[in-house]
Every structure is written in C-alpha cells, then in structure tokens.
C-alpha cells in the first residue's frame, strides 16, 4: 500500500489527529484503472459538499487531483482512499480555531471479487444492527461507521456477499458497503437517504443514467416487505458497480433484463468520463 | 503530551488502524491525581464491558492497570485518555480473523477550569445537533463522536459552558462532554441512555451515593420543558466531577442545596476509593 499524508509518503498519523481520537472527517474509495481515478471530480465534489456540512475547511481540488495523479501512477488496478479529516487540535470536542485539515490518499490493491458476482448474482441477508437515525450525518461517506463494522461482523460465511441494513424505523436503508435498489413494474426504488445511510457516488450515477433512459426512478422509504416482493435487486457501489442480488435471506430472484441494462448503460457512461478526463 | 502505544513511547499510530478508519474502537478518560488513575478500576470495567459488546477482544486489565501507573507517575493532576481499537487489518468494515487490539494510553494536562464553574455553577445552552438514536451503540464510550463535534462547534461564546443535546424524539440525554441530572421535589432525575447517549462513570457514582443516601434517584426519558421547570440542575463528568448549572438560554436554577451535597457525597466516595487504592 501506498500512502500520501498531507503530501508526504509515509505510513504513520498522529494520534491526536481528530480523525483518529473522534472519527472527526470524510473519505472517498474510488477506483482506479489504468492509472485514472474514475468518477474523480464527482468524488471530489462530494468530499467537498461533506466538508461543509461538517465546517472543515476545504480542500484545494487541484492539490488533490494532482496527489491523486501521481499515486495512480502506481498502479493499472487499484482502490484509492482519500481521507480528510478535521487534523489536530482543539479541546476536547471543541475544533481549534485555525483548522488544519489533514488529507491522506491512500493506494490498495484492487479487491479480488469473483466475476460471476458481476455475472450471475450474489446472495445477501437481513442484518440485525440498525442504522441510527440523524439527519445531520445522513448522506455523508464520514468516518463514523461502527455501525457498518457491528453490521459486517454478524456473518461470516462466505457464500453470503453482503449485509442489507435496516433504520430503526424497520426501513430498508443500504448494504453495509453498498447502495441498495430493486425494480418492480418497470420502476427503479431506492432508499430515502434523509435520515441515515451513505449517498454513494455510483448510486447518483445510476439514478442519472436511468432518467436519462427515460426508466422512472423513485427514491422512498420502504419496508423489507416490499424488498421482497421485488421483480428484480441490485447493489451497488465505486468498486463493484453493480452486483445483481440473486437471494435475500430465503427470497429468490431473477438477475432481470433492466438490471442488465443499467449494467450496460453504466459502463457506457463510465468509459466515456474516462475518456474525457482524459 | 506523553503517550504509550502498545507499550511503547510514540507518537504516531498507523494510517490502517480501525480506530482511524472507522472510529472502531472505545476510549475512557480519567483524572490522575498525585499519580493515582481516579475510579480506574471502573473505567477499566467499563472498557472492557465496551469490548465485550463491539467484539473487541479484551485487554488484561493488569497489563491497562501497569501501564496507567507507569504515566501517572509523569504528574500530580492531569488526565488520562485510554484508548482501545480494533487494530489493524481486515477488508472494509469486516473484522480480520485475529484481533490485535491496539491500546493508546495518553496524558494531557489537566484542563484550567475556573473554580467557580463548581462552586457557582455555569450556563449552558441547548443544542440544534441532535443525537441519533440507536441501542446497538447506546451507552458505550465509543469513538465515533461526530455528532458531539458538531455541537461543540456550534457556540464559541466563553460565557457558554456546556450545551445540552436531545434526541430525535426530543427527550434530552446529556450534554457535549457531560451527563445531565435535575432535581424536582427531592428526587433525582437522569436521562435513559437506552438510545443514545454516553453512560459516565461519575453518573453511575452519583447514582450510587443519591441511593446511599436515600435519595431517590429515577432514571427516565423527559423533555426540555421537564428539565426547564426543575428545582437544580448539574452536569458532571469524570474530570469535572460536578457542576451546578445556574443558566439555560434564558431560565435561571438555584444551585441548590441538593446538588451541594450530592457534590460532598461523591467527594468522600472519591477520597474513599483513593484510600483504598493506594
């Protein structure tokens, strides 16, 4: 792994950096392939936006599609971590008056997933831990993900590919690492994200090339119930892109031909912002 | 600042390190007096009970116990900040098979607070920033902390002291860095952390020493309109112990005499345990 601190390589932060003592910034997972960070500028725009909600100062946009560049450098397949976090300082909970964000760009290896995920399906289950209700942290990809942990750690078998998480209110919010769709009667859902779960870069990517295809989207609150009764389920995040869901729990369902299509159009639009970012 | 990281005198922790990652982990913070860790064996009882509920495995509590001595002896009043993670490792949210905790022992100075804030007691506000509601993680002391940063962040005046935090639901559960009790008609009331909220070692004492001493003590759900009609109201903490509030927004309390000698009782059992301790 290959890591960026503050524009320095090297391994080691701080441990009074608030992201460590408070879990206190954002990140990014992005993919990259062939050396271009793919959908980089809407990561960055997101990590921006998230900045603000959360009053970190933000940062340089070119400084870190410059650092972005050169790590991506390293490698044709890779995953790269952007972290920012509200740097030191402060006491207590109070922030410093002059904040000093800390930036980390960090390179992982690619994960291994098989293709038959991508292919054929994966199967999923109902996780017990809830996601907590806060509009104030809703939508945001921030540091804060005990949750996300408690929610991986109940399976460990490893024919089960993801978690699916509900709010406290019973509705069915994402995956532990993924945004969460289905179609039914030729309409694509997903979740209202107002009040708990991750707004994903490749979820907003969906809904637009969707509306572009003229396939109507709804973004709902809705129950495990109507997960179930779906004609089709997928999810879906920066490095998978979409996975197909075959099986939840011991509900059946088809890999259908509008999953497909999104899978199709997607890539389409994925291979032209690399070309023009190029 | 003097810091132990898994026995060692450093500085920097590694970038992988769930606890930066993911806020996964739990921490305590404990006054040092003339080297003596004050009540540590139930901040370590409660770490471990944190670990126990995140699947964190524990920490020998004779190995903590050491160590914490080990820094004390650097100072006659100061705080220390234990801090356990998850350790390294793992893909994503999922846990590696072998946990390696990490445990970071640090000792700041112990903070200036002016002598009045005990004596005559301060103002506090209420917050906008809700916190979220959530069982799984309820009551735990654990490192996601976001939503406390949010609302430190949001006063800067130095006449504000404390601000006080709701639910979602609009109960009031504590304050940024403090738990929160009132008195009406010669009973003690707290918040229910069933939900959301820190559960302080100076809480479960003052808990303790009310009951002692026949002082009723009920714990439950109330709102802003229950506390704003109450007869005292203190905030404590295990560095601050207690202070009286004497101010929210715009409704004055007494500081009572109550509150005085709940500060007494807990100032015996404190000495007592040091006693003890030595």
């Not at 490749?202 to 973004?219: D, F, K």
Request: hydrophobic fraction near 40%; charged fraction near 20%; aromatic fraction near 8%.
């Amino acid at each position: 792994m290959i890591i960026l601190i503050n524009g320095e390589y090297k391994e080691y932060i701080e441990i009074v950096d608030r992201g460590f003592q408070y879990g206190d910034g954002l990140f990014e997972t992005i993919e990259v392939k062939n050396g271009q960070s793919v959908f980089l500028d809407r990561h960055l725009d997101r990590l921006n936006a998230g900045c603000n909600r959360l009053h970190i100062p933000l940062t340089n946009i070119e400084l870190l599609t410059f650092e972005a560049k050169e790590l991506g450098k390293y490698s044709s397949a890779a995953v790269l971590k952007i972290i920012i976090t509200r740097g030191s300082g402060g006491r207590g909970y109070r922030q410093p008056d002059m904040i000093q964000p800390t930036r980390v760009l960090s390179l992982y290896p690619f994960p291994d997933y098989p293709i038959v995920y991508k292919e054929q399906g994966i199967t999923a289950r109902f996780c017990d831990t809830r996601l907590g209700l806060n509009p104030a942290l809703a939508g945001l990809k921030h540091m804060n993900r005990l949750e996300q942990v408690l929610a991986r750690a109940e399976w460990n078998n490893p024919a089960i590919q993801e978690g699916i998480m509900m709010d406290m209110n019973d509705y069915v919010i994402e995956g532990t690492m993924t945004n969460l769709f289905y179609i039914k009667n030729a309409t694509l859902y997903t979740p209202s994200l107002a009040q708990s779960g991750v707004a994903g870069i490749m979820r907003s990517i969906i809904m637009t090339v969707a509306s572009e295809h003229q396939l109507p989207v709804t973004e709902q609150a809705f129950t495990k119930d109507a997960l179930l009764s779906a004609d089709e389920v997928f999810v879906s995040n920066s490095i998978i892109g979409i996975w197909p869901v075959n099986k939840i729990a011991n509900t059946l369902f088809q890999v259908g031909s509008i999953t497909r299509q999104i899978q199709i159009w997607v890539d389409i639009f994925k291979n032209e912002a690399l070309r023009c970012d190029q």
